[in-house]
């Protein structure tokens, strides 16, 4: 196949380009829906034991087209017991050495196999009613399953009305108590039985394994009794700061506490999937408003990283939520708390649990990806750690200065090329989150691979077409669950560009991208150049000329199957719109209107966004 070179082909795809975008533009989501929560939660806790009673209520209004006669909780805490599946499968990932070392999480390790009774976790169910009536249920290890004694009908709402029991486990991962380096003593998250999600495909009652989380959105009231001595941070707006102090009452207004030995922390969260809290006699608590309706709170203890590192923490924040709130799109809730606990990072509603002064980028870019976008993080994890890992490493670019892509996301793609030349980890990142064989290789994948995912479809679409993509996705996803094919939906609609090649090649397999300069040489005055596609992955190649008169050129070669082409990015350097190459040919040809020896220099993608696994011939110097 031969070029033809010359701008009018440019104006052929833009004209593509433009009518693809109107043709697109119908409603997103006809059909969707939603289940709703709202739950009233009221726990007594006994800080010797280390247990607690609860009473939860919680409305559950079905707006599915389905008659549900069963439903389904998650009691994560029946997780730290001894032959859980958790503790099973990290003794298996144990058996498993990559480089020399155990495969296995380190927080969890054989850990919850030495739980003795007073350190295991559990919740257990005392009596479930719904509508009043009594239901029949069976607590299946992290699973309670409930055969309704009547079913709950399409647009109607159940009351269910709950008491139980938890123990908090003696700190393994994200929840629980007394971590020997931190020495918090309550990290409470997957703390209180939560309702599984039902949508499109049905209930996602998924055991807990140590994988992440998937909930339903709703209002949660909830109210914690717990010794006076006790600070708390967590989801939601405290209700009864002047009941309270520590620093939540009014500056300078005076707290009036009830009298006896408990306080009762009352929060409210509204349009959340999760609620957190953490408690310590000896947190620090700073907060900060940076902005009309934001408060950020800090929880901490200068023993475990300087306090001028802790405090840098809202600082930071503040000088990046202008640039986070433009890119990604606004953060909603009134408030945000970083908080000391027992195990970190993690990500909840509102708040993240960190083990030290670091690490708070990530974890708060999260509030975007699992909090408001709340994708299945086990069905799809690359959406929440891929996206996240993504906003965290542009937001220290932004802060940085840094000037280029390949500056500020060298860590990613170096963990994405180990990937990629490691035979025996790499799994496609359509593979259930609990369901990778290797711990690592879940790791590289699904933070490392789905940051470049993004980072090469600014490549691909052009970086301004991609902040458009970003803030579309979030307005048209925001509260509602998106998977891999909205996803990729609101990429096609804003880019006017056929982008279903790339779900299947980098999404749904784990070929590669290798593409190299083949040959050059002269005909009639001008340079005939030979690019080769060597890897398995086709991807649209930008190739940078260089001339002897310090002048350059972009030679753009459009995918086929992209059908469109990409808008200029950078309009200092002059564009050749090509022919597309389709993927079926292995080589390519094009002409410059150079002599030979006037070009000084060759790179396909200098700007190294696509993850090229071999770049060494990519690049060619001439030296005449
Ligand atoms: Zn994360």
Redesign the pocket.
């Known amino acids: 196949m031969y070029l033809n070179a010359g701008k009018k082909t440019v104006s052929r795809f833009i004209f593509l380009l433009m009518f693809q975008a109107l043709t697109h533009s119908g409603s997103a989501q006809p059909g969707y829906w939603q289940q709703r929560v709202k739950y009233v939660m009221d726990i007594d806790m006994n800080v010797s034991t280390n247990r607690y009673t609860g009473k939860q209520q919680l409305d559950y209004t079905n707006h599915s087209p389905d008659t549900l006669r069963k439903v389904f909780y998650h009691l994560f805490w029946n997780a730290f017991q001894p032959n859980s599946m958790m503790d099973k499968r990290s003794n298996s990932w144990g058996t498993n050495t990559l480089n020399g070392r155990q495969d296995w999480d380190p927080r969890v390790q054989d850990r919850i196999q030495h739980l003795t009774p007073e350190e295991i976790g559990y919740q257990k169910i005392i009596s479930l009613k719904m509508n009043g009536v009594a239901q029949p249920f069976q607590m299946e290890e992290t699973i309670l399953e409930v055969s309704l004694t009547k079913p709950i009908l399409p647009n109607t709402t159940a009351h269910f009305e709950m008491e139980y029991e938890a123990q908090v486990p003696l700190q393994v991962r994200r929840s629980g108590r007394d971590n020997p380096d931190t020495k918090v003593r309550y990290s409470m998250s997957q703390w209180y039985p939560k309702i599984c999600e039902y949508d499109y495909e049905g209930w996602h009652a998924t055991p807990y394994l140590n994988g992440e989380f998937y909930g339903v959105w709703g209002d949660f009231d909830v109210n914690i009794h717990i010794d006076k001595s006790y600070v708390l941070g967590g989801s939601g707006y405290l209700q009864n700061p002047q009941e309270i102090g520590y620093g939540y009452e009014t500056m300078g207004s005076k707290v009036n506490r009830p009298a006896g030995q408990k306080l009762n922390w009352h929060f409210y969260a509204p349009n959340v999937h999760d609620f957190v809290w953490a408690a310590d006699p000896d947190y620090k608590h700073v907060s900060k408003k940076i902005r009309e309706n934001l408060t950020l709170h800090l929880l901490y203890k200068p023993t475990t990283s300087p306090e001028k590192n802790w405090l840098h923490i809202l600082e930071v924040t503040e000088q990046a939520l202008p640039f986070i709130e433009k890119t990604y799109g606004p953060y909603p809730y009134k408030q945000y708390s970083f908080i000391l606990g027992g195990d970190g990072?993690?990500?909840y509603p509102m708040a993240t649990l960190l083990n030290s002064a670091s690490g708070n980028m990530?974890?708060l870019m999260?509030s975007w990806y699992?909090g408001m976008l709340g994708t299945n993080e086990l069905k799809y994890p690359w959406m929440?750690?891929g996206f996240?890992?993504y906003a965290a490493a542009r937001n220290w670019g932004y802060l940085n200065k840094d000037t280029s892509t390949e500056q500020s996301f060298k860590k990613e793609y170096d963990a994405y090329y180990s990937l990629a030349k490691s035979r025996d980890i790499q799994e496609p990142l359509t593979t259930y989150a609990d369901y990778f064989n290797t711990r690592s290789g879940y790791q590289l994948s699904s933070?490392y691979k789905g940051c470049v995912f993004m980072v090469q479809l600014g490549y691909i679409v052009g970086d301004p077409v991609l902040d458009k993509i970003l803030l579309a996705y979030y307005q048209e996803w925001r509260f509602k669950h998106p998977n891999p094919d909205d996803f990729f939906r609101v990429a096609e609609k804003v880019s006017g560009l056929q982008l279903d090649w790339y779900d299947d090649f980098w999404i749904k397999s784990i070929k590669k991208i290798d593409y190299g300069i083949d040959s050059l040489w002269e005909v009639n005055g001008k340079t005939r150049i030979r690019l080769r596609m060597l890897g398995q992955v086709p991807m649209p190649i930008d190739v940078l000329l260089q001339f002897k008169d310090s002048s350059q050129e972009l030679a753009y070669i459009p995918l086929y199957s992209m059908f469109g082409a990409k808008p200029e990015e950078n309009k200092t350097i002059p564009r050749v719109v090509y022919e597309p190459w389709k993927w079926t040919s292995s080589s390519y040809e094009f002409e410059v209107n150079h002599r030979l020896t006037d070009l000084k220099l060759i790179e396909i993608d200098a700007s190294h966004r696509m993850a090229d696994v071999n770049r060494n011939n990519n690049k060619l110097e001439l030296k005449w």
């Open positions: 990072g993690m990500e990530h974890e999260h699992q929440d750690e996240t890992q933070y």
